[in-house]
């Protein structure tokens, strides 16, 4: 008698074609990295840089910072209505506009 062979299990088509997918890492690759950013080298002293100037006095960040304050400990109310001031924004808003009346150097406001 002849030696068997072993059965193999053959899939049945599903019509449809297999196709491999090629891994990714998460990014498309256009050829090589291009180099962005840096920064740029000078030579010598500092080349053609202006001293930066403040835009807020020392004395009016502390006014913000009362302010701040007086906002966390639940005790800081809105001028006219009298209402509790619940926004950190509006707190800012409020020790800036007193920095303000004190004659402190603030930028104009850009609301009004």
Do not use: C, D, W
């Not at 062979?5 to 019509?15: E, F, L």
Request: no cysteine; charged share 45%; proline share 4%.
């Amino acid at each position: 008698m002849a030696p068997r062979r072993k059965r193999t299990s053959k899939k049945k088509a599903t019509g449809r074609k297999k196709t491999t997918r090629k891994k990714t890492t998460g990014r498309k690759s256009s050829g090589p990295r291009k180099k962005t950013g840096g920064r740029k080298k000078t030579s010598g002293k500092k080349a053609g840089r202006k001293k930066s100037t403040r835009k807020y006095s020392p004395r009016s960040s502390e006014f913000v910072r009362e302010e701040m304050e007086e906002f966390k400990e639940g005790k800081l109310r809105s001028g006219r209505s009298g209402r509790k001031v619940t926004n950190p924004r509006q707190a800012v808003a409020i020790g800036l506009s007193e920095a303000r009346r004190a004659g402190e150097k603030v930028p104009e406001n850009s609301n009004e």
